[in-house]
T-cell receptor
Framework: DAKTTQPPSMDCAEGRAANLPCNHS???????VYWYRQIHSQGAQYIIH???NNETNEMASLIITEDRKSSTLILPHATLRDTAVYYC????????FGQGTILTVHP | GAVVSQHPSWVICKSGTSVKIECRSL??????MFWYRQFPKQSLMLMAT?????????EQGVEKDKFLINHASLTLSTLTVTSAHPEDSSFYIC???????????????FGPGTRLLVL
């Protein structure tokens, strides 16, 4: 699986958009970009995934660059409950978790 | 989305005993399930792939005789930590592939995890 690079931590004010970047410069053609998050002491939660096109669901939006070498997860209106570790994974099959980004949403 | 449960949610045991952790897909069938281990302040590490009707596939460095996996049915996989020792204390999480909501594409759905403490 291709490796990803994420900033170790980010802060966001409650109610504002949280934009979490991810670099995956060695992604191969059939690998999807997945985003998961883990709230403290819980299992991981699926957020969104995409292949080439931008995607949006009830939780977030995923913006993938045209060359697919990077992506951004957007939480449009962050709440305190969005404080978690966010993992960007590129994969076709098994998921390999990196260190992720610790997102802290503050009042 | 699909729901995956784990039982127990936490367990404390004495060194040398065996502990069984169950992972169930509640509203869908899964021929494959995955087991992860997570130490404090570290990321999830894939331990093994559980295959219904056949042997599990273990990741490099994971002892198959130590971590016994049985995929008994299309909705149940069990992980048994045999002769547990304090260094096996960890957070164990399972996942199962299911269809992402409203799409025909698969993603992984994770259980809530089982915290194991070996004294």
């Amino acid at each position: 699986d291709a490796k990803t690079t994420q900033p170790p931590s980010m802060d966001c004010a409650e109610g504002r958009a949280a934009n979490l970047p991810c670099n995956h410069s060695t992604i191969s053609g059939n690998e999807y970009v997945y985003w998961y998050r883990q709230i403290h002491s819980q299992g991981a939660q699926y957020i969104i995934h995409g292949l080439k096109n931008n995607e949006t669901n009830e939780m977030a939006s995923l913006i993938i660059t045209e060359d697919r070498k990077s992506s951004t997860l957007i939480l449009p209106h962050a709440t305190l409950r969005d404080t978690a570790v966010y993992y960007c994974i590129v994969s076709y099959g098994k998921l390999t978790f990196g260190q992720g980004t610790i997102l802290t949403v503050h009042p | 989305g699909a729901v995956v449960s784990q039982h127990p949610s936490w367990v404390i045991c004495k060194s040398g005993t065996s502990v069984k952790i169950e992972c169930r897909s509640l509203d869908f069938q899964a021929t494959t399930m995955f087991w992860y281990r997570q130490f404090p302040k570290q990321s999830l590490m894939l331990m093994a792939t559980s295959n219904e009707g056949s042997k599990a596939t273990y990741e490099q460095g994971v002892e198959k005789d130590k971590f016994l996996i049985n995929h008994a049915s299309l909705t149940l996989s069990t992980l048994t930590v045999t002769s547990a020792h304090p260094e096996d204390s960890s957070f164990y999480i399972c996942s199962a592939p299911g269809l992402a909501g409203g799409t025909s594409q698969e993603t992984q759905y994770f259980g809530p995890g089982t915290r194991l403490l070996v004294l």
